[in-house]
Nanobody
Framework: QVQLVESGGGLVQAGGSLRLSCAVSGRTFMRSAMGWFRQAPGKERDVVAVTVSSAGATYYTDSVKGRFTISRDNAKNTVYLQINSLKPEDTALYYC?????????????????WGQGTQVTVSS
C-alpha cells in the first residue's frame, strides 16, 4: 500500500522559510513524477513544483520560481519542498503527490497517490 505523509507546515511571518517533507512508503517513484500542489480556501488545487528523478527534470509554477526548491532523497524515499521568502498568498494546504506514469505532469488529475496535506499559513 502506497502512503505519502507530509510534514513541516506551520505558521510563519512573511519573508520566512519552511521546509516541507513528504515521506513515501510502499513503492519508489524513481522514474515517475512527484510533485507538490497547494489549495487555498475556495480555490482549486494547483501545481507548485514537480520533479522526475531519473530525468533530472523539474517544473515550477511561475509564482514560486526563485523562492521554492523541490528536491528528492532517493535513499530515504522522501521529497522536499524548500520554501523561502514566503508571502501571505502562499497560504494554503500543501499536498504531496506521486504518479505511476512517466513524464513531468502538472495537472492534479494525472497523479495517482496523494498525502493528507500540511498547512502553511503566512502572516503579513
Amino acid at each position: 500500500q502506497v502512503q505519502l505523509v507530509e510534514s513541516g507546515g506551520g505558521l510563519v511571518q512573511a519573508g520566512g522559510s519552511l521546509r516541507l517533507s513528504c515521506a513515501v512508503s510502499g513503492r519508489t517513484f524513481m522514474r515517475s513524477a512527484m510533485g507538490w500542489f497547494r489549495q487555498a480556501p475556495g480555490k482549486e488545487r494547483d501545481v507548485v513544483a514537480v520533479t522526475v528523478s531519473s530525468a533530472g527534470a523539474t517544473y515550477y509554477t511561475d509564482s514560486v520560481k526563485g523562492r521554492f526548491t523541490i528536491s528528492r532523497d532517493n535513499a530515504k524515499n522522501t521529497v522536499y519542498l524548500q520554501i523561502n521568502s514566503l508571502k501571505p498568498e502562499d497560504t494554503a494546504l500543501y499536498y504531496c503527490a506521486a504518479r505511476r506514469g512517466a513524464g513531468l505532469a502538472t495537472q492534479s488529475g494525472e497523479y495517482d497517490y496523494w498525502g493528507q496535506g500540511t498547512q502553511v499559513t503566512v502572516s503579513s
